[in-house]
């Protein structure tokens, strides 16, 4: 008997491994689960109180055209008046277009406009209706543009620029 009791004494004794390993599963697994479910409230509650996200759109700036410039030195125009020669107006033009390629056109008949011009206004005043030794600009640059359009075939020249205009 008595080494009976001594058997089970030991038995009793024995750490059991199976106890504790259950044990540490059952935790980790409890942790997973409970941290699964912790970070998925934080996650739904956080989605509530979310602010409106500004969307910035960038516009970009409107292309200008590409302006160009045909230049024609030294027109020689007269200031007539009652079929009288009052004076000579010389300026520089510069026809306005868009491109280079109708600039050089524009460029390529700079003596066929010229003379086209000089042809109008040999016969049509450039004087204003009030003074007409003083040169009516607005009258003038239209005409100019007409005529130029007319003489290339195309409207491709938008505006007339006359500078350095001169009375002799």
């Known amino acids: 008997m008595a080494e009976e009791e001594k058997e089970t ?12 390993k259950l044990l540490i599963v059952g935790l980790l697994a409890g942790l997973i689960v409970g941290g699964g479910g912790a970070a998925g ?8 109180e979310t602010e409106p996200v500004e969307v910035v759109i960038e516009e970009k700036a409107p292309e200008l055209p590409d302006y160009q410039y045909a230049k024609i030195e030294k027109l020689n125009l007269p200031l007539f008046y009652k079929g009288r020669v009052l004076n000579y107006a010389v300026m520089n033009v510069s ?3 868009i491109g280079n390629d109708d600039k050089l056109l524009v460029v390529k008949n700079v003596i066929i406009i010229k003379d086209a011009l000089l042809r109008y206004f040999s ?5 204003r209706e009030d003074n007409p030794r003083i040169v009516d600009f607005d009258r003038l640059s239209a005409k100019i543009k007409e005529v130029a359009n007319q003489e ?11 500078s350095e205009s001169r009375n002799f």
């Open 123 to 127: 016969v049509n005043p450039i004087g």
């Open 152 to 162: 290339i075939g195309r409207e491709i020249v938008n505006r007339v620029v006359i």
């Open 41 to 48: 409230f934080f996650i739904m509650q956080s989605g509530d």
């Open 9 to 20: 004494s030991e038995e009793n004794k024995k750490p059991s491994g199976g106890g504790k």
């Open 95 to 97: 026809l306005e277009t």
